[in-house]
Nanobody
Framework: QVQLVESGGGSVQPGGSLRLSCDTSGSMSIFGAMGWYRQTPRAQRELVAT???????MYGGAVKGRFTISRDSSKGALYLQMNSLQPDDTAVYYC???????????WGQGTQVTVDS
């Protein structure tokens, strides 16, 4: 069964860094594009970053230049390196992956990131 499990969230002061991980439980070979999204209680889910199977990346305007998405097929993991974190980055962060053939989209359960002094 396909599962995406995020980890690495937590609390950090403004200007700090965190690295999120998304474990695909060995299923990465079936995924095409993967990405990170975030959501706060008062807003819709927002695109953070995506990465294609070939490694092409795209970032949301709010995080461009501060966040870096990457994927490691050998480890079956998707990553999000977050630097220069600000209070507006506080949200639940979700991992997302699209099945290569069916285009079904899978989501993780989310990991909380809190940026607060």
């Amino acid at each position: 069964q396909v599962q995406l499990v995020e980890s690495g969230g937590g609390s950090v002061q403004p200007g700090g860094s965190l690295r999120l991980s998304c474990d695909t439980s060995g299923s990465m070979s079936i995924f095409g594009a993967m990405g990170w999204y975030r959501q706060t209680p008062r807003a819709q889910r927002e695109l953070v970053a995506t990465i294609s199977r070939a490694g092409s990346t795209m970032y949301g305007g709010a995080v461009k230049g501060r966040f870096t998405i990457s994927r490691d097929s050998s480890k079956g993991a998707l990553y999000l390196q977050m630097n220069s974190l600000q209070p507006d980055d506080t949200a639940v962060y979700y991992c997302n992956a699209e099945h290569l053939w069916t285009t079904r989209v899978y989501w993780g359960q989310g990991t909380q990131v809190t940026v607060d002094s």
